[in-house]
């Protein structure tokens, strides 16, 4: 008997509105707010890229690794993460919002209550992406690759499926290890280790 696979989840929209729209970021801002109940991300050249919920295996993986990089940066205390729910407005013009995120708390400092309460006008210094069965792998490379240009001191593309990690940083080449079962932030973050058993084989 043959079996065929089927995922329930949907690859993303993309829209495209330049040049006969082109919003702010405040406008983008208010965009997405009256749209809350969808994930929204804009390229830099002004394309709106819908993402729609992602199936609960993928979803529990992201709850892990927030949870653990989170546990870590209050150990650490040096900077704050966020979840995918986050966007950021970077230099080069995408609002992007990563799986997870890490950003320096000096960096936030320099910000107003104000800037704090939208959309971070920063790249985070860390961001790590999941893939998901419906992710096509080069737009997530070219979406990594994007992080270390506007200034991301460390990136990983994690797809599970294929038990790889893209590792990105500034001025190297991407490095892409097969089936590792920890993987560690420094320098960028000192004394974090992910160990990866629970996101290569989900405990369910």
Same mark, same amino acid.
């Given at each position: 008997m043959t079996q065929t696979s089927l995922s329930i989840e949907h690859s993303p929209l993309r829209l495209r509105l330049h040049p006969a729209i082109d919003m702010t970021d405040d406008q983008f801002y208010e965009f997405?707010?009256?749209n +809350?109940? *969808?994930?929204?991300? +804009?390229?830099? #050249?002004?394309?709106?890229?819908?993402? @729609? @919920?992602? /199936?609960w295996e993928t979803g529990h993986r992201n709850s892990e690794l927030n949870a653990i990089l989170r546990n870590w940066a209050k150990k650490d205390g040096s900077g704050i993460v966020s979840d995918s729910s986050t966007g950021f407005? *970077? @230099? /080069?013009?995408?609002?992007?919002a990563p799986d997870a995120a890490w950003v320096k708390r000096s960096r936030l400092a320099a910000l107003t209550p104000k800037e704090k309460? #939208?959309? *971070? @006008? *920063?790249?985070p210094d860390f961001v790590i992406e999941l893939r998901s069965p419906s992710d096509n792998l080069n737009d997530l490379q070219d979406k990594m690759q994007e992080y270390i240009d506007n200034g991301a001191q460390l990136g990983w593309l994690?797809?599970?499926?294929? #038990? +790889?990690?893209?590792?990105?940083r500034p001025h190297s080449e991407v490095e892409c290890l097969e089936n590792p079962s920890t993987i560690a932030g420094e320098p960028v973050l000192p004394g974090f280790v992910l160990d990866l058993q629970d996101i290569w084989e989900p405990d369910f």
């Open positions: 997405c707010r009256i +809350r109940d *969808l994930r929204i991300e +804009r390229t830099a #050249k002004g394309d709106l890229i819908i993402m @729609p @919920p992602t /199936g407005n *970077l @230099p /080069g013009g995408a609002n992007r309460r #939208k959309f *971070l @006008p *920063l790249c994690i797809d599970p499926d294929e #038990k +790889r990690i893209y590792v990105y």
